[in-house]
Nanobody
Framework: QVQLVESGGGLVQPGGSLRLSCVAS????????MAWYRQSPGKQRELVAH???????NYADSVKGRFAISRDNAKNTVYLQMNSLKPEDTAVYYC???????????????WGQGTQVTVSS
């Protein structure tokens, strides 16, 4: 089985920055994609940023130009650098990964427990 553990959330003022990290551990053969989602009160969970094993990225329009997703394959870790933060970015941020544990096996999807990001003056 696989676990995803996020870290780096917290309270920050508007215009500030945070860097989130997510580490995958367990039985891992390959990580095909990782992503960050977020969910704020009264809202559905939404995709924030996505990165493939080859390094291709996609971003929500609301964060494009401000956030950057990256990964360290050797460490099974994905990062989300968040700059120019706005109050509307306040949410619980969840790590997602598409992972294969065994050769010839199926890929499975995993979620972290989430980390709170609060942007407020």
């Amino acid at each position: 089985q696989v676990q995803l553990v996020e870290s780096g959330g917290g309270l920050v003022q508007p215009g500030g920055s945070l860097r989130l990290s997510c580490v995958a551990s367990g039985i891992i053969r390959s990580i095909y994609a990782m992503a960050w989602y977020r969910q704020s009160p009264g809202k559905q969970r939404e995709l924030v940023a996505h990165i493939t094993s080859g390094g291709s990225t996609n971003y929500a329009d609301s964060v494009k130009g401000r956030f950057a997703i990256s990964r360290d394959n050797a460490k099974n870790t994905v990062y989300l650098q968040m700059n120019s933060l706005k109050p509307e970015d306040t949410a619980v941020y969840y790590c997602y990964a598409n992972i294969r544990s065994y050769y010839g096996g199926s890929n499975n999807e995993y979620w972290g427990q989430g980390t709170q990001v609060t942007v407020s003056s």
